[in-house]
């Protein structure tokens, strides 16, 4: 109880400390202890476009330009039409794109009605891709302009505003939204903000308000389609009313009558209904049976969905029901039964392409069982997984002759803060991210008591994806100093990546630099390219107008190395639309999407660098996909990853890949060459603060080496 109770404090002062990182102004006093130290500007001005990229104005550029390139042209209302229909099917930034079109059609006829309607659909695609604050500001936007139908933006929009707010655990705010909502929603949709309004009110504890709301639902409803949906809220109110048992009739009932297209849809929430029945009934070991017997039918309801991008969304809502069942094995004591479930939650979608590409025997299990795991680890390796659920973080330490869980008291809403806080007083260059680092490596790693020079491959979950472990302190020293690191979005997908065989043939092919516009150019990256080039006779590089996106996707599948130095931009509202720049073409900008990226061969391809600014930022969905970049090479066929987490210093970077890239040519695992290369930046005059050296991540395969060069 008391190494609990420092925890706690521990975790409490990071927060605080990260408070002077973040908004120093509100703390005086650490003001010169918290000055920027080193010219980040680059760094900034990166992240200040980003944040920029999907204002209004920004989008109303950009459906000019979309609407005057395409050869298609609709109307306004065509295009919101066409908004919402791409968000349902997870298309987000497609959707984005469409609404965008009609902006800037509403804004050229200064039709408010159209207008109104564009930053609905706008709020609503927002809100759907978890961006809760443009979710809100297109919202607002939207609620005032004047209209003629008030049924078609006053409902959706204080909607998205009620959801935002439950999402964030404000359920009085969101109460309040839905509310204002009902009398301005048409008679099809008011159902909806009344089903949103009784969860709220669960989530309140307004108990009574929420029986009332369902009693008048019940009454007013007669669409068959809500019936299913009206039975699932009516048993959660149960049991927040404290009646498991008659909870538990309600979700057989639900059980036994799913049937239809969505049958095993249905089944599922039925059966996570019945184990937290069963849970508050006490009986904690058929509570555990019955979550594993719905994750085990899992997949047939993935299989219902015919788009890959709404089956990931589909697989990210069942992350609270994984969470409930690896929390309560790991009560019962089965931390190796906890392990297999978290492993079995994650990146699904990218582990079955990886599986296929592999060409395993069929029938083999996608996942990889903690106790297969120990025997094809190396004695001086150690996996260090973990999980982030609502109320506490684990940690699974696997070795080849054990396993051992910790638990840290640290709310995954606390764990959010830590890591971007900490992640934004890097970039910021602030000296007080050391003394952060040194308290969130004694807060995650010193209680893992890990030995000395093993070998770590991080497993993050959550915002953990975005946190550098090579940049945490252990009394006193980084990490990076102690451990080879590499990180990979799950372990069975990196054992799956070793199947393909660690042994690269050393054939490089680079580009950079690229002729995009004089504000983009790089000439630190065509230094960089042209070391490598040194350490890798043979290789084929292109730079300026030379490195193209035809070329990239003429030459990318014929290589064992690819190597890029150029822009990158990370699109936070659907990944696989981030981009490299490349050089332009026909006279326009031309750039590399990460969704393109799926459609290459890259079977012979070992490894690939992204030398580029942030790189490796894609969204982290509740169901842990990580998408971006990191997905779509992975699935297209590449073994293993080198991406930023971070806008890059030009200088640092160069001595860092040429390091790695002279490791590698000299016999070192890119495990390995990554650790000295990491130490040769930290070690240089002038750039010892993480923000030089620890913005890049090993993903993937870690024991890749190079061999025989061709």
Same mark, same amino acid.
């Given at each position: 109880?008391?190494?609990?109770?420092?925890?706690?404090?521990?975790?409490?002062?990071?927060?605080?400390?990260?408070?002077?990182?973040?908004?120093?102004?509100?703390?005086?006093?650490?003001?010169?202890?918290?000055?920027?130290?080193?010219?980040?500007?680059?760094?900034?001005?990166?992240?200040? /476009?980003?944040?920029?990229?999907?204002?209004?104005?920004?989008?109303?550029?950009?459906?000019?330009?979309?609407?005057?390139?395409?050869?298609?042209?609709?109307?306004?209302?065509?295009?919101?039409?066409?908004?919402?229909?791409?968000?349902?099917?997870?298309?987000?930034?497609?959707?984005? /794109?469409?609404?965008?079109?009609?902006?800037?059609?509403?804004?050229?006829?200064?039709?408010?009605?159209?207008?109104?309607?564009?930053?609905?659909?706008?709020?609503?695609?927002?809100?759907?891709?978890?961006?809760?604050?443009?979710?809100?500001?297109?919202?607002?936007?939207?609620?005032?302009?004047?209209?003629?139908?008030?049924?078609?933006?006053?409902?959706?929009?204080?909607?998205?505003?009620?959801?935002?707010?439950?999402?964030?655990?404000?359920?009085?705010?969101?109460?309040?939204?839905?509310?204002?909502?009902?009398?301005?929603?048409?008679?099809?949709?008011?159902?909806?903000?009344?089903?949103?309004?009784?969860?709220?009110?669960?989530?309140?504890?307004?108990?009574?308000?929420?029986?009332?709301?369902?009693?008048?639902?019940?009454?007013?409803?007669?669409?068959?389609?809500?019936?299913?949906?009206?039975?699932?809220?009516?048993?959660?109110?149960?049991?927040?009313?404290?009646?498991?048992?008659?909870?538990?009739?309600?979700?057989?009932?639900?059980?036994?009558?799913?049937?239809?297209?969505?049958?095993?849809?249905?089944?599922?929430?039925?059966?996570?209904?019945?184990?937290?029945?069963?849970?508050?009934?006490?009986?904690?070991?058929?509570?555990?049976?019955?979550?594993?017997?719905?994750?085990?039918?899992?997949?047939?309801?993935?299989?219902?969905?015919?788009?890959?991008?709404?089956?990931?969304?589909?697989?990210?809502?069942?992350?609270?029901?994984?969470?409930?069942?690896?929390?309560?094995?790991?009560?019962?004591? &089965?931390?190796?039964?906890?392990? &297999?479930?978290?492993?079995?939650?994650?990146?699904?979608?990218?582990?079955?392409?990886?599986?296929?590409?592999?060409?395993?025997?069929?029938?083999?299990?996608?996942?990889?069982? #903690?106790?297969?795991?120990?025997?094809?680890?190396?004695?001086?390796?150690?996996?260090?997984?973990?999980?982030?659920?609502?109320?506490?973080?684990?940690?699974?330490?696997?070795?080849?002759?054990?396993?051992?869980?910790?638990?840290?008291?640290?709310?995954?809403? &606390?764990?959010?803060?830590?890591?971007?806080?900490?992640?934004?007083?890097?970039?910021?260059?602030?000296?007080?991210?050391?003394?952060?680092?040194?308290?969130?490596?004694?807060?995650?790693?010193?209680?893992?008591?890990?030995?000395?020079?093993?070998?770590?491959?991080?497993?993050?979950?959550?915002?953990?994806?975005?946190?550098?472990?090579?940049?945490?302190?252990?009394?006193?020293?980084?990490?990076?100093?102690?451990?080879?690191?590499?990180?990979?979005?799950?372990?069975?997908?990196?054992?799956?990546?070793?199947?393909?065989?660690?042994?690269?043939?050393?054939?490089?092919?680079?580009?950079?630099?690229?002729?995009?516009?004089?504000?983009?150019?790089?000439?630190?990256?065509?230094?960089?390219?042209?070391?490598?080039?040194?350490?890798?006779?043979?290789?084929?590089?292109?730079?300026?107008?030379?490195?193209?996106?035809?070329?990239?996707?003429?030459?990318?599948?014929?290589?064992?190395?690819?190597? #890029?130095?150029?822009?990158?931009?990370?699109?936070?509202?659907?990944?696989?639309?981030?981009?490299?720049?490349?050089?332009?073409?026909?006279?326009?900008?031309?750039?590399?999407?990460?969704?393109?990226?799926?459609?290459?061969?890259?079977?012979?391809?070992?490894?690939?660098?992204?030398?580029?600014?942030?790189?490796?930022?894609? /969204?982290?969905?509740?169901?842990?996909?990580?998408?971006?970049?990191?997905?779509?090479?992975?699935?297209?066929?590449?073994?293993?990853?080198?991406?930023?987490?971070?806008?890059?210093?030009?200088?640092?970077?160069?001595?860092?890949?040429?390091?790695?890239?002279?490791?590698?040519?000299?016999?070192?695992?890119?495990?390995?060459?990554?650790?000295?290369?990491?130490?040769?930046?930290?070690?240089?005059?002038?750039?010892?603060?993480?923000?030089?050296?620890?913005?890049?991540?090993?993903?993937?395969?870690?024991?890749?080496?190079?061999?025989?060069?061709?």
């Amino acid at each position: 109880m008391r190494a609990q109770l420092t925890l706690i404090r521990l975790t409490a002062a990071i927060i605080t400390t990260f408070a002077g990182c973040v908004a120093a102004q509100d703390l005086p006093a650490l003001r010169s202890h918290d000055a920027v130290v080193i010219d980040t500007s680059t760094a900034l001005n990166a992240q200040a /476009r980003m944040d920029d990229a999907d204002t209004a104005l920004a989008l109303s550029a950009d459906g000019a330009l979309l609407y005057g390139a395409s050869p298609l042209k609709m109307d306004g209302y065509q295009y919101c039409s066409q908004a919402v229909a791409l968000a349902e099917k997870g298309e987000l930034r497609q959707s984005v /794109r469409a609404a965008s079109q009609a902006l800037y059609l509403a804004q050229q006829s200064k039709d408010d009605e159209l207008l109104a309607r564009a930053y609905r659909d706008l709020a609503i695609v927002y809100g759907y891709g978890g961006d809760y604050d443009k979710a809100v500001a297109f919202a607002n936007a939207a609620l005032k302009r004047p209209v003629k139908d008030p049924t078609q933006i006053v409902g959706p929009a204080h909607k998205v505003l009620g959801d935002a707010a439950a999402r964030q655990g404000d359920y009085n705010g969101a109460i309040a939204e839905y509310r204002l909502a009902m009398p301005g929603s048409s008679d099809h949709y008011r159902p909806l903000v009344q089903l949103s309004l009784i969860n709220a009110l669960i989530g309140a504890g307004d108990l009574a308000g929420a029986r009332a709301e369902m009693e008048k639902l019940k009454i007013a409803s007669t669409d068959p389609l809500l019936s299913t949906e009206l039975k699932r809220t009516e048993a959660k109110l149960l049991l927040a009313e404290q009646k498991p048992a008659d909870t538990l009739v309600l979700y057989r009932e639900l059980e036994h009558s799913a049937g239809g297209d969505d049958g095993g849809y249905q089944r599922f929430w039925a059966e996570d209904g019945i184990a937290r029945s069963q849970l508050a009934m006490g009986d904690k070991a058929q509570a555990a049976a019955t979550w594993t017997q719905a994750l085990d039918g899992l997949d047939q309801v993935r299989a219902q969905f015919r788009s890959e991008e709404f089956k990931i969304g589909l697989f990210s809502d069942v992350q609270g029901v994984f969470a409930q069942a690896i929390d309560l094995y790991s009560k019962m004591g &089965d931390s190796a039964t906890a392990f &297999d479930l978290s492993e079995r939650s994650r990146s699904r979608a990218l582990l079955d392409e990886v599986r296929g590409r592999a060409k395993l025997t069929p029938g083999v299990a996608s996942t990889i069982p #903690v106790a297969v795991l120990q025997k094809q680890l190396r004695p001086d390796e150690r996996v260090v997984e973990f999980h982030s659920l609502p109320e506490r973080l684990l940690v699974w330490v696997v070795s080849s002759d054990g396993v051992h869980e910790q638990s840290y008291p640290i709310p995954h809403k &606390d764990l959010v803060r830590l890591v971007d806080a900490f992640r934004q007083s890097i970039i910021a260059g602030r000296r007080s991210a050391v003394g952060a680092a040194e308290q969130l490596g004694e807060l995650l790693i010193k209680p893992l008591n890990l030995p000395a020079n093993a070998r770590l491959i991080i497993v993050p979950h959550g915002p953990l994806h975005y946190l550098p472990f090579q940049a945490l302190r252990v009394d006193d020293h980084y990490l990076i100093e102690q451990h080879p690191i590499s990180v990979t979005p799950s372990i069975s997908i990196a054992m799956q990546l070793i199947q393909r065989g660690t042994v690269m043939n050393g054939s490089l092919t680079a580009f950079g630099n690229p002729d995009v516009a004089p504000q983009y150019a790089l000439p630190g990256s065509e230094a960089e390219v042209k070391a490598l080039a040194a350490a890798f006779p043979g290789t084929q590089l292109f730079l300026h107008d030379q490195a193209t996106k035809d070329r990239f996707e003429a030459s990318a599948g014929k290589t064992s190395l690819i190597h #890029v130095a150029a822009h990158a931009q990370a699109d936070t509202i659907d990944p696989l639309y981030s981009r490299i720049l490349l050089a332009n073409e026909n006279g326009k900008v031309d750039f590399l999407e990460a969704h393109e990226v799926l459609g290459l061969n890259l079977d012979k391809v070992s490894l690939v660098t992204l030398s580029a600014c942030e790189s490796g930022l894609g /969204r982290v969905a509740d169901g842990d996909e990580v998408l971006g970049f990191t997905r779509s090479f992975l699935s297209a066929g590449s073994s293993g990853l080198i991406v930023s987490l971070w806008p890059v210093s030009d200088d640092a970077t160069k001595l860092l890949m040429s390091t790695l890239y002279g490791e590698l040519a000299k016999g070192s695992d890119v495990q390995v060459a990554m650790q000295r290369a990491q130490l040769a930046v930290l070690h240089t005059k002038g750039m010892d603060h993480p923000f030089f050296w620890a913005p890049f991540d090993v993903i993937g395969d870690w024991r890749l080496t190079v061999g025989a060069k061709p």
